[in-house]
């Protein structure tokens, strides 16, 4: 029908479908550790459909998520189109399987048509391909028009798009949990024809979950599930003859029954004809068809079990027509006549640890078609279970024990590798980012824009000196009645000094608030009025004059007479700090005054400490340029951590993930183009933040700007790298921002951001700033800006490394966070 040349080509056809085998999967630990597949059995023919049947929370999802590869059972095994998920032989993950996951799977922000285009090129189909497609789907799903966005779908046209992905590029397997829900009876019917066309017609296999019971007669076999086992596994025809229902609703409610009382004999196995009637495909392309999947062609009529042990005569009951189970058969006569089967062999290792020979010579009354499975029944996987295949053609025995060990041991040690990102799945996954960044253009901008609005907040609010502070000025040297009154000369004479002093004091700063007395005053002060009381004697001038000329034989009376008292309000450290430096600026201000206006060297009033040029930075430089470079990198950081962090987790939570992982998406792609992505954005945030600290609120950089830039730009991708293992540990939105808020004030408060590490009491603590991914980077940006350093110097390019480290670090945790789940569910 379509052209899907682009497909890659499977060299060698495989003969099989799905094979389970003893599949044992637990969530959770200690006493919380629950079971969900026990000990699971299943066979699905290549070219057939299979029925997943059970009731919610049996673990239909569970097993259909390790059949793809997205988790991995505790014990078992699992062959998809004859080979382990993972392995290139079974197509997992890759075009050649089609995955609807329970959930919905898709962009709400694309349209139908930018869905099904983005897939393609995943899948690196042609366009023309993806349209033909698109059209036909539209047709035989009833989809809207295709530029309507997801999000404004129904749940029920949601659900046909995904349907859709899941179709659309003609796998050779199907994998769907739950399609037709919320989907109307007659567009189910529809849905179910096109499936069993696709399998007739095109030998597709399909396993399909429904609560649906009913609709699933249409299917090739049924696995009726409970418990993480299943109940039974046979077409719908036999499943209704043998139990003598008409429907198979009352077909599970009387296994789910005889289940529940405690007959764990399998119900196959109970209902007699089951023994002797094989399941066969129903409709005559499958018998015809040749899609040899050993597990349904043999009844447990068609072999002799006499040696069957009684252990295996349970396995046997458990897997009453697709296996057949023997003790070590040392006879050729043990085995199967004719036909494909697989052989389940239960035998120990010799006492040295070598296994049994076998080979094609024990078994040549054995009339093989195709490959022999030999298992041995263990249950100790390691042990004592080993798969062997004969190949009839060189009639050696091959250990599949250590291919298989082999191939694990490939898996494990793919698990941590990071594999080369292929191009056009990296290209389109950057497109799709871009095209969802840009598809919310008021969100977009206002992401965009926040650091440098923060920027500017941070500017503004914080490091300026606060300003119109009122203070209380007594001055009892102000008497009108004897003429003490304030005059504004600038002459050398010795009169009203309180009045000349005041002069001086910084208006801006400082609202000099009269008043009469100093209780009032200091009433004042306490009620929050006015930030304290400068008080002036009544003899203040005088004493002044008296305690120069006196020097150090000045009294006590005049030290007390000629002093400025100050009574503060000290409760706000920052604003009394402020008006100390002020008050005692006015003075030096007012003497050096006087003493140039009565012919003196000003500076001689100085006191002898004195500050000289300094060798960097300004002396007058403000708690802004201090917190700057650590304000950038904040911001900058959590911006990123704050973009990153929700990323896995909405497209874990609703499905992408493991649908795009499936497809054959890799993780590293994933991750790499949400680095480009947000890189890019992070570039346009950065650029504005400087030009908002820099150029807007002057901010000096006394170093190499390309270099601040530099650092700044490694700060968010180290926030970026924190954000995807916040996401990779997080199951929800609620716990990412947790963990981010969590990081937030340790960081801002331990990495030297708002006070120098000097600072901190012990060394312990200062050991704990510095393993901060954020304080070498602060000091770096901060030798950058202030002293003008280069990377040459060890404060500037340690910190560069060191942000270099964590970037590596957080990534690699991610990933492998991301494997560890894999495999604790
Ligand atoms: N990640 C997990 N951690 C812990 N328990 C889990 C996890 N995923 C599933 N479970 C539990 O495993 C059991 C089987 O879940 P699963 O989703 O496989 O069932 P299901 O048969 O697909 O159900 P439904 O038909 O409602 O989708 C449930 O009890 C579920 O709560």
């Given at each position: 029908m379509k052209n899907n040349a682009d497909l890659p080509k499977v060299s060698v056809p495989s003969s099989q479908g799905v094979i389970v085998r003893n599949a044992i999967k637990s969530y959770g630990v200690g006493s919380?550790?629950?079971?969900?597949?026990?000990?699971?059995?299943?066979?699905?023919?290549?070219?057939?459909?299979?029925?997943?049947?059970?009731?919610?929370?049996?673990?239909?999802?569970?097993?259909?998520?390790?059949?793809?590869?997205?988790?991995?059972?505790?014990?078992?095994?699992?062959l998809v189109l004859g080979g382990p998920p993972g392995t290139p032989e079974s197509g997992i993950p890759g075009p050649r399987v089609g995955y609807m996951p329970q959930e919905l799977a898709l962009y709400g922000e694309f349209t139908i048509k930018e869905t099904l285009q983005y897939f393609g090129r995943i899948y690196k189909l042609e366009a023309t391909f993806v349209n033909s497609q698109l059209e036909f789907l539209s047709k035989l799903l009833d989809l809207p028009p295709d530029h309507r966005y997801v999000k404004t779908l129904s749940g029920g046209q949601q659900r046909r798009v995904s349907f859709a992905v899941a179709l659309f590029h003609e796998p050779e397997l199907l994998i769907l949990d739950e399609p037709t829900v919320g989907v109307d009876p007659l567009l189910r019917r529809s849905i179910w024809d096109h499936l069993v066309q696709q399998s007739a017609d095109h030998g597709r296999t399909v396993i399909i979950t429904t609560h649906y019971i009913e609709e699933a007669r249409q299917a090739d076999a049924i696995g009726?599930?409970?418990?993480?086992?299943?109940?039974?596994?046979?077409?719908?025809?036999?499943?209704?003859?043998?139990?003598?229902?008409?429907?198979?609703?009352?077909?599970?409610?009387?296994?789910?029954?005889?289940?529940?009382?405690?007959?764990?004999?399998?119900?196959?196995?109970?209902?007699?004809?089951?023994?002797?009637?094989?399941?066969?495909?129903?409709?005559?392309?499958?018998?015809?068809?040749?899609?040899?999947?050993?597990?349904?062609?043999?009844?447990?009529?068609?072999?002799?079990?006499?040696?069957?042990?009684?252990?295996?005569?349970?396995?046997?009951?458990?897997?009453p027509r697709s296996l057949a189970y023997y003790n070590a058969p040392t006879s050729k006569s043990t085995l199967p006549m004719d036909g494909n089967g697989i052989v389940c062999l239960n035998f120990s290792r010799h006492g040295d640890g070598s296994l049994p020979a076998y080979?094609?010579?024990?078994?040549?009354?054995?009339?093989?078609?195709?490959?022999?499975?030999?298992?041995?029944?263990?249950?100790?996987?390691s042990k004592s279970r080993s798969v062997y295949t004969i190949n009839k053609s060189n009639s050696t025995c091959i250990e599949d024990v250590i291919h298989n060990n082999e191939a694990s041991n490939k898996c494990r040690s793919r698990t941590f590798k990071m594999s080369i990102p292929s191009m056009h799945r990296s290209a389109a996954l950057i497109h799709k980012n871009f095209m969802q960044t840009f598809r919310n253009i008021g969100m977009f901008l206002f992401v965009f824009l926040?650091?440098?609005?923060?920027?500017?907040?941070?500017?503004?609010?914080?490091?300026?000196?606060?300003?119109?502070?009122?203070?209380?000025?007594?001055?009892?040297?102000?008497?009108?009645?004897?003429?003490?009154?304030?005059?504004?000369?600038?002459?050398?004479?010795?009169?009203?000094?309180?009045?000349?002093?005041?002069?001086?004091?910084?208006?801006?700063?400082?609202?000099?608030?009269?008043?009469?007395?100093?209780?009032?005053?200091?009433?004042?002060?306490?009620?929050?009025?006015?930030?304290?009381?400068?008080?002036?004697?009544?003899n203040f001038t005088d004493e002044i004059m008296v305690r120069q000329s006196d020097g150090s034989a000045a009294s006590n009376e005049t030290i007390i007479g000629s002093r400025i008292g100050v009574t503060m309000d000290f409760s706000n450290q920052q604003i009394s700090v402020?008006?100390?430096?002020?008050?005692?600026?006015?003075?030096?201000?007012?003497?050096?005054?006087?003493?140039?206006?009565?012919?003196?060297?000003?500076?001689?009033?100085?006191?002898?400490?004195?500050?000289?040029?300094?060798?960097?930075?300004?002396?007058?430089?403000?708690?802004?340029?201090?917190?700057?470079?650590?304000?950038?990198?904040?911001?900058?950081?959590?911006?990123?951590?704050?973009?990153?962090?929700?990323?896995?987790?909405?497209e874990r939570k609703e499905g992408l993930l493991d649908r795009s992982l499936v497809a054959g998406v890799k993780m590293t792609e994933i991750l790499l183009a949400h680095l480009v992505n947000q890189f890019t954005i992070l570039l346009g945030q950065t650029a504005l933040v400087f030009v908002c600290m820099l150029a807007v609120f002057n901010i000096p950089c006394e170093g190499n700007l390309a270099l601040a830039v530099f650092i700044t730009l490694l700060q968010g991708l180290c926030g970026m790298s924190f954000g995807f293992l916040v996401s990779s540990i997080c199951d929800s939105e609620i716990s990412a921002i947790h963990l981010s808020l969590g990081s937030f004030y340790p960081t801002l408060l331990l990495s030297g951001i708002i006070w120098p590490i000097e600072g901190m009491p012990s060394s312990w603590m200062r050991s704990l700033s510095y393993s901060l991914p954020q304080t070498y980077a602060i000091e770096a940006l901060r030798s950058v800006f202030a002293r003008g350093w280069g990377a040459e110097l060890p404060d500037v390019y340690r910190g560069i490394l060191i942000s270099t480290g964590w970037i590596f670090i957080m990534l690699g945790l991610s990933l492998i966070v991301v494997r560890v789940r894999k495999h604790t569910g």
């Amino acid at each position: 029908m379509k052209n899907n040349a682009d497909l890659p080509k499977v060299s060698v056809p495989s003969s099989q479908g799905v094979i389970v085998r003893n599949a044992i999967k637990s969530y959770g630990v200690g006493s919380r550790r629950s079971t969900v597949l026990n000990g699971l059995d299943m066979n699905v023919k290549k070219g057939t459909i299979y029925g997943l049947l059970g009731a919610s929370g049996c673990g239909k999802t569970t097993l259909l998520s390790c059949i793809v590869g997205r988790r991995s059972f505790d014990s078992g095994e699992v062959l998809v189109l004859g080979g382990p998920p993972g392995t290139p032989e079974s197509g997992i993950p890759g075009p050649r399987v089609g995955y609807m996951p329970q959930e919905l799977a898709l962009y709400g922000e694309f349209t139908i048509k930018e869905t099904l285009q983005y897939f393609g090129r995943i899948y690196k189909l042609e366009a023309t391909f993806v349209n033909s497609q698109l059209e036909f789907l539209s047709k035989l799903l009833d989809l809207p028009p295709d530029h309507r966005y997801v999000k404004t779908l129904s749940g029920g046209q949601q659900r046909r798009v995904s349907f859709a992905v899941a179709l659309f590029h003609e796998p050779e397997l199907l994998i769907l949990d739950e399609p037709t829900v919320g989907v109307d009876p007659l567009l189910r019917r529809s849905i179910w024809d096109h499936l069993v066309q696709q399998s007739a017609d095109h030998g597709r296999t399909v396993i399909i979950t429904t609560h649906y019971i009913e609709e699933a007669r249409q299917a090739d076999a049924i696995g009726m599930m409970r418990s993480g086992r299943l109940l039974a596994e046979e077409s719908p025809e036999n499943l209704l003859k043998v139990y003598g229902f008409d429907t198979l609703e009352e077909v599970f409610l009387k296994l789910c029954m005889k289940d529940g009382i405690g007959k764990t004999t399998n119900a196959m196995l109970n209902a007699k004809s089951f023994n002797e009637t094989s399941y066969t495909p129903s409709r005559k392309h499958h018998r015809d068809g040749g899609h040899d999947n050993m597990a349904f062609n043999y009844s447990i009529s068609q072999f002799d079990v006499s040696q069957v042990g009684v252990e295996r005569q349970d396995h046997i009951k458990n897997h009453p027509r697709s296996l057949a189970y023997y003790n070590a058969p040392t006879s050729k006569s043990t085995l199967p006549m004719d036909g494909n089967g697989i052989v389940c062999l239960n035998f120990s290792r010799h006492g040295d640890g070598s296994l049994p020979a076998y080979n094609s010579s024990s078994f040549d009354s054995f009339n093989m078609k195709g490959r022999i499975n030999l298992h041995s029944g263990g249950e100790s996987i390691s042990k004592s279970r080993s798969v062997y295949t004969i190949n009839k053609s060189n009639s050696t025995c091959i250990e599949d024990v250590i291919h298989n060990n082999e191939a694990s041991n490939k898996c494990r040690s793919r698990t941590f590798k990071m594999s080369i990102p292929s191009m056009h799945r990296s290209a389109a996954l950057i497109h799709k980012n871009f095209m969802q960044t840009f598809r919310n253009i008021g969100m977009f901008l206002f992401v965009f824009l926040l650091p440098a609005l923060q920027a500017t907040i941070f500017c503004l609010a914080i490091g300026q000196d606060p300003t119109l502070l009122k203070m209380a000025i007594v001055n009892d040297e102000l008497d009108s009645s004897e003429g003490r009154i304030c005059n504004y000369t600038a002459d050398c004479s010795y009169f009203m000094f309180s009045c000349r002093y005041l002069r001086f004091i910084d208006n801006n700063t400082i609202i000099q608030v009269p008043y009469q007395s100093l209780s009032s005053a200091v009433k004042a002060t306490r009620n929050g009025e006015v930030w304290g009381v400068v008080h002036f004697g009544r003899n203040f001038t005088d004493e002044i004059m008296v305690r120069q000329s006196d020097g150090s034989a000045a009294s006590n009376e005049t030290i007390i007479g000629s002093r400025i008292g100050v009574t503060m309000d000290f409760s706000n450290q920052q604003i009394s700090v402020v008006l100390q430096r002020r008050l005692n600026e006015a003075f030096k201000d007012f003497t050096n005054d006087i003493l140039k206006a009565c012919d003196y060297e000003p500076s001689a009033g100085d006191i002898p400490v004195t500050f000289l040029d300094p060798v960097y930075g300004k002396k007058d430089s403000t708690y802004t340029e201090f917190m700057a470079p650590g304000m950038i990198l904040t911001i900058v950081y959590f911006i990123a951590v704050a973009l990153t962090a929700g990323v896995f987790i909405s497209e874990r939570k609703e499905g992408l993930l493991d649908r795009s992982l499936v497809a054959g998406v890799k993780m590293t792609e994933i991750l790499l183009a949400h680095l480009v992505n947000q890189f890019t954005i992070l570039l346009g945030q950065t650029a504005l933040v400087f030009v908002c600290m820099l150029a807007v609120f002057n901010i000096p950089c006394e170093g190499n700007l390309a270099l601040a830039v530099f650092i700044t730009l490694l700060q968010g991708l180290c926030g970026m790298s924190f954000g995807f293992l916040v996401s990779s540990i997080c199951d929800s939105e609620i716990s990412a921002i947790h963990l981010s808020l969590g990081s937030f004030y340790p960081t801002l408060l331990l990495s030297g951001i708002i006070w120098p590490i000097e600072g901190m009491p012990s060394s312990w603590m200062r050991s704990l700033s510095y393993s901060l991914p954020q304080t070498y980077a602060i000091e770096a940006l901060r030798s950058v800006f202030a002293r003008g350093w280069g990377a040459e110097l060890p404060d500037v390019y340690r910190g560069i490394l060191i942000s270099t480290g964590w970037i590596f670090i957080m990534l690699g945790l991610s990933l492998i966070v991301v494997r560890v789940r894999k495999h604790t569910g």
